[in-house]
């Protein structure tokens, strides 16, 4: 994975992501595989805020900050996002 594939699943997995899972049973039928069930999960995954450390970590020094400045960076940072997002749109 390169650089910049590295980066965008960090800027993913910062801002938080929908994924959804699909798990399906088989039963062989006359020889052949047949679909039984077909179940899909849908979840979202919160923001992770290490990955905002990470993102961050180029920006200072940021071992030092407490919580609530960590969350009022990454705050920023998702507005950020967001707006080169609409930019590139």
Not at 44 to 60: F, N, R, S, Y
Not at 69 to 85: A, V
Request: net charge negative.
């Amino acid at each position: 994975m390169s650089d910049e594939g590295v980066k965008k699943a960090l800027i993913r997995c910062a801002v938080g992501f929908d994924t959804s899972e699909v798990v399906e049973e088989y039963t062989m039928d006359e020889g052949e595989l047949k679909l039984v069930k077909r179940k899909v999960t849908r979840r979202d995954v919160p923001p992770d805020i290490k990955a905002v450390k990470m993102l961050l970590d180029g920006e200072g020094d940021i071992d030092g900050m407490s919580d609530e400045e960590l969350q009022e960076r990454r705050k920023k940072l998702i507005e950020m996002l967001k707006e080169n997002n609409d930019e590139q749109d």
